[in-house]
């Protein structure tokens, strides 16, 4: 029985003419822990000109310490649906739920990593907006990567790009289940050594960009970027609406007050054709191209695409460039008219990440404190591929990563495209185990797999093998990265799962709330019993799992309780 999810949701705007079919943008930026300074230069950074500055790789400050206190950034306006192509209400859309799989008939789970966080943003400003996210949005994994689990990196970056930690415990929502979490952690670079950027923002500027939480917000970020570039770096603007303009050909960050003029001077009007501002963007960056560097688009938008090339035709446009090793980042800015599943797939059909950029707090965390991760990708094509104990486990099921899933045979062929991790970033995953009791477990004849691996004999071997295959990167390869993969391998001892769920760390505990506060707002069949009491359950687990009273944990609680008050305000 699903959760009674019963707080109205608003009305849906009128539809225009020609359905709009992009929408909310991300960052396909990659990655990891760069910082910068602790000034808030966002508004300023638009009006006085400095030298450009430089950032270190500490770690953020609290979103409370950025805004001086609550309520800082943009004023969320009325939460609308997402725009749906097919015209029905979101809210009464299917969403795919990873089902729960017979270890005796498939022992492994296989995807591409995602590193996107646009679905927690999302969600974020509809419930502050005082209604709930459509139930499409939410995205498991991206509610659980949202956050910084403070995971170390790997101490050794000749033993490979990354470190893991694996570990399992009782569920605290699965009665009888155990939770096994995947951490995978890219080792750090810091700020001296990150190549030279390339960098070229497409930038919205439609008649739909006309507000303060659009264009206005998206000039702000970019003015927060400018400060913590480096002097090497370049940076490029093309323009698009019902054409596409090149307003900043490739100019070096020292050049401060040229570009912050071709910033102040724009403005938001007309139709929008994204495709041909896509084009354009891809040949100044390639104008511009650093080999061995970072080479890549910046969407900025609020989605709203709808005239020119679009669809699959746009998808294979953005494929063909990225093996020219030319990648797109999207962000998204605003409410309105946004096609969020679109914006996902140019992110990920461009070798980058999705964020909402909601407020400029948001904008400082994506091009800001995580500046390093976000632009220097470490690793490319990377999947994980874990190996449960068919012993011991008899059924598992993956939570999130729904539309990232790989083909088991797949794992090992290094033409299939998969996800990518930048510098110090980390990946959860959460994959919920149900165990044979002791001497219930299959015999090896009993079992129809293939090969297993060689740590599995019987129950008392290792609980899963996690294996990370990956691309590492190559500067005499046309898209920077090798074009064989390597991979590691990773055990989880079945002595080493924990008894108890408060024995396990923080960051078990955590994922574990975020991924079920996802699973209840999108209406997952695996999330039974009352809607409210759930979203308690969320908050206290969440609350006493906060990891160095991280400001962005704790607002995770407060949308959890504020969701309860929106049900429970709607209860006959």
Do not use: W
């Amino acid at each position: 029985m699903r959760h009674a999810l019963t707080a109205p949701r608003p009305p849906r705007p009128p539809r225009a003419a020609t359905a709009p079919l992009l929408t909310l943008v991300a960052l396909a930026l990659a990655v990891g822990g760069a910082g910068c300074g602790a000034q808030d230069a966002s508004d300023a950074a638009l009006s006085a000109p400095t030298g450009a500055g430089q950032a270190s790789d500490a770690r953020a400050p609290s979103y409370s310490e950025l805004s001086g206190g609550a309520g800082g950034g943009v004023d969320a306006p009325d939460a609308v649906p997402l725009d749906d192509p097919e015209g029905e209400d979101p809210a009464a859309q299917e969403v795919a739920v990873n089902p729960e799989v017979e270890a005796g008939d498939d022992n492994l789970i296989t995807f591409a990593v995602d590193v996107d966080t646009a679905s927690y943003s999302i969600a974020r400003r509809y419930i502050q907006s005082g209604a709930l996210p459509p139930p499409q949005s939410v995205r498991v994994e991206e509610f659980v990567n949202y956050f910084d689990y403070r995971q170390a990196p790997p101490a050794e970056q000749a033993a490979g790009p990354f470190g893991v930690e694996l570990e399992a415990a009782p569920s605290p929502f699965g009665e009888g289940k155990r939770l096994l979490r995947v951490g995978v952690k890219g080792f750090e670079v810091p700020l001296d050594r990150r190549p030279a950027a390339n960098l070229v923002f497409l930038l919205d500027v439609s008649g739909s960009m006309q507000a303060d939480d659009k264009l206005g917000l998206v000039k702000r970020s970019m003015g927060l970027l400018l400060d913590n570039l480096k002097p090497t770096d370049t940076l490029s603007i093309v323009t698009y609406a019902g054409a596409d303009r090149v307003v900043l050909r490739p100019t070096e960050v020292t050049a401060r007050d040229r570009i912050l003029n071709a910033i102040n001077a724009l403005d938001a009007s007309g139709g929008t054709n994204g495709a041909a501002g896509i084009r354009t963007a891809y040949d100044l960056a390639q104008e511009a191209f650093i080999t061995g560097g970072i080479n890549r688009v910046v969407l900025c938008t609020d989605g709203d695409f709808n005239l020119g090339v679009t669809g699959e035709e746009l998808y294979r446009l953005i494929e063909e460039r990225r093996e020219e090793g030319v990648t797109v980042s999207v962000l998204g800015f605003g409410m309105r008219d946004f096609n969020d599943g679109q914006m996902e797939q140019i992110a990920d059909r461009g070798n980058g990440n999705y964020a909402f950029i909601d407020s400029i707090e948001e904008a400082r965390r994506a091009l800001v404190y995580n500046l390093t991760s976000t632009l220097f990708t470490i690793a490319k094509d990377v999947k994980l591929q874990l190996e449960v104990n068919p012993f011991a486990v008899r059924a598992h099921r993956l939570l999130g990563y729904e539309n990232r899933a790989i083909a088991d045979d797949d794992f090992r062929d290094d033409r299939v495209d998969a996800g990518e991790i930048g510098a110090g970033h980390t990946v959860t995953a959460l994959v919920e185990l149900s165990l044979y009791g002791e001497g219930e477990g299959p015999a090896a004849d009993a079992l129809a797999l293939p090969e297993l691996d060689a740590a599995f004999t019987d129950a008392r071997g290792p609980l899963a093998v996690l294996r990370v295959r990956s691309k590492t990167p190559d500067p005499a390869a046309a898209d920077g990265f090798t074009a064989a993969a390597t991979e590691q391998r990773f055990e989880l001892p079945a002595d080493a799962a924990h008894a108890r769920l408060e024995d396990a760390s923080p960051r078990l505990r955590f994922a574990a709330a975020a991924a079920e506060f996802a699973e209840i707002l999108r209406l997952s069949p695996f999330a039974e019993g009352d809607a409210r009491e759930g979203l308690e359950a969320v908050a206290a687990l969440a609350s006493g799992a906060v990891i160095e009273d991280d400001e962005a944990m704790r607002e995770l609680v407060t949308l959890a309780r504020a969701a309860t008050e929106l049900i429970a305000r709607s209860a006959p």
